[in-house]
């Protein structure tokens, strides 16, 4: 009877060890989703900084050199840092002064925090450059869905996906909403 007692207490010790490991290894996931959390919500909010300064140099940096980019137009679907590069060109060539103002940011963090996903709704206003003949025109576009993939190479966050789309009134496919 002792022998079957000792036994039960000693599974009872295994498995209270065996919860507490993985206790540990909860919070320690936990803990390396907050601290990442912050990281990347930097991260999304400075990932435009190229367009305001006008920088293919740090754009370079924020891309992945895999990176793929879908933009608003059926042609903005680019992969690669050397397909993605002519349109960043382009873009910097012809805004002035951007402004971007978020919303409803949501962040998913990779079990390993070196990869994060979001989506956030922005209004985007610019200047068009100036010419010779305009001082450039005022564009202001609102509602914009805006989503990512990032991953962290070498400790440095870079975009891998990016989305921008603006909605259609009406479904594209009919359906009812389930209940």
Same mark, same amino acid.
């Given at each position: 009877m002792k022998k079957i007692l000792d036994f039960f207490l000693l599974l009872?010790?295994?498995?209270?060890g065996c919860n507490e490991?993985?206790?540990l290894k909860s919070n320690k996931k936990k803990n390396i989703i907050k601290m990442v959390d912050q990281e990347v919500k930097d991260f999304i909010t400075d990932q435009y900084d190229f367009l305001s300064v006008g920088s293919i140099d740090i754009a370079e940096k924020v891309f992945s050199k895999d990176a793929i980019l879908i933009g %608003? =137009?059926?042609?903005?679907y680019l992969i690669g840092w050397e397909e993605i590069k002519p349109a960043i060109l382009g873009q910097i060539e012809?805004?002035?002064?951007?402004?971007?103002?978020?919303?409803?940011?949501?962040?998913?963090? $990779? =079990?390993? $925090?070196?990869?994060?996903s979001y989506?956030?709704?922005? =209004?985007?206003? &610019?200047? %068009?450059t100036a010419t010779e003949s305009s001082s450039g025109v005022k564009y202001e576009i609102k509602n914009?869905?805006?989503? $990512?993939?990032?991953?962290?190479? &070498?400790?440095?966050?870079?975009?891998?996906?990016?989305h921008w789309s603006s909605g259609k009134k009406g479904q594209v496919v009919k359906y009812k909403i389930a209940n």
């Open positions: 009872l010790l295994i498995s209270t490991v993985e206790n %608003t =137009d059926k042609e903005e012809a805004i002035e002064n951007p402004k971007f103002v978020t919303r409803n940011l949501k962040v998913v963090i $990779g =079990d390993n $925090g070196q990869m994060a989506s956030q709704i922005l =209004d985007f206003s &610019y200047r %068009t914009i869905r805006n989503s $990512g993939v990032l991953k962290k190479k &070498y400790g440095v966050w870079k975009i891998i996906q990016i």
